[in-house]
């Protein structure tokens, strides 16, 4: 069995920079292990599985050890694939997924992801939490998913360098740390290792977190990001409601093709 595979590297317009998914277009779903062992061995933060599903289509992410129930990278390289490879002719992409349905927009050279926004409240530190992390937080907040940990600058989240053997015992998808930045509106990082990923480069679905968040800090709807991991992100959100658009470019760095023996 032959199946497509495309490398894309989203939130950036520069090779090498942004995250990197890979996109598998399915016509129908293979074994959950299947799709497991593919994203494994692709070794990326995220593997994206999409089957067509009348006018829309059905996305599924894997990590290389889990499935998840929201990515925002990977479904917008998604996007990218089929609007610049598998000939998608109109402007905007439907998917649904375990989150429900996200959409995707292209709008001159950036891709507009919609996404539900993850509503956030204060919370203690969980024990740990600050040893974790290397450095005390200013406050803590806890998403559907994800703890939310903020601090006084963009310098603390850049020099940070967590014991990931303690975060992996935090209970939750990953931790999101976030500042205000010099030249954007906030910049963040987040560290996934209890799903398999220590960090993750650029991370669509922790905005649809930091957006409530921060909308209310600043007192406006719409806020540049970047992700200042290694690879670094350029995102561009806006808070609609109970809605959150994040746009970004994507660009490819590979196609090639997958042999299951």
Known sequence: MKLPLYQVDAFTNTQF????????????WLDDD???????????????????RGESFHIRWFTPVCE????????????????DHRGYAGSLITFSSRSGELKVRKSGERLILDF???????VPAPAGFAEALGMAPLEVYRGKDDYLAVYA???????????????????????????PGREVDFVS?????QSGIAEDPVTGSAHTTLMPYWAKRLGKTSLAATQV???????????????????GQACTYMVGEITIL
Not at 153 to 178: H, L, N, S
Not at 230 to 240: A, N, P, V, Y
């Open 229 to 247: 991991s290694k690879r670094r992100g350029e995102l561009h959100c806006t808070l609609k409601g109970d809605r959150v658009e994040i746009g």
């Open 68 to 83: 998840v129930d929201l990515c925002g990278h990977a479904t917008l390289a998604a996007g990218h694939v089929l609007f």
């Open 189 to 193: 990082r987040f560290f996934g290792p």
């Open 153 to 179: 600058r963009q310098e603390d989240i850049e020099t940070m360098r967590p014991d990931f053997a303690r975060v992996e015992k935090i209970p939750a998808r990953g931790v999101i740390v976030t500042a």
């Open 116 to 122: 539900p926004v993850d509503q956030v409240s204060p």
């Open 34 to 52: 299947l799709l497991q062992a593919i994203a494994e061995e692709n070794n990326l933060s995220e593997t994206a599985f999409y089957i067509p």
């Open 17 to 28: 920079h942004g995250n990197p998914a890979a996109i598998c277009p399915l016509t129908t």
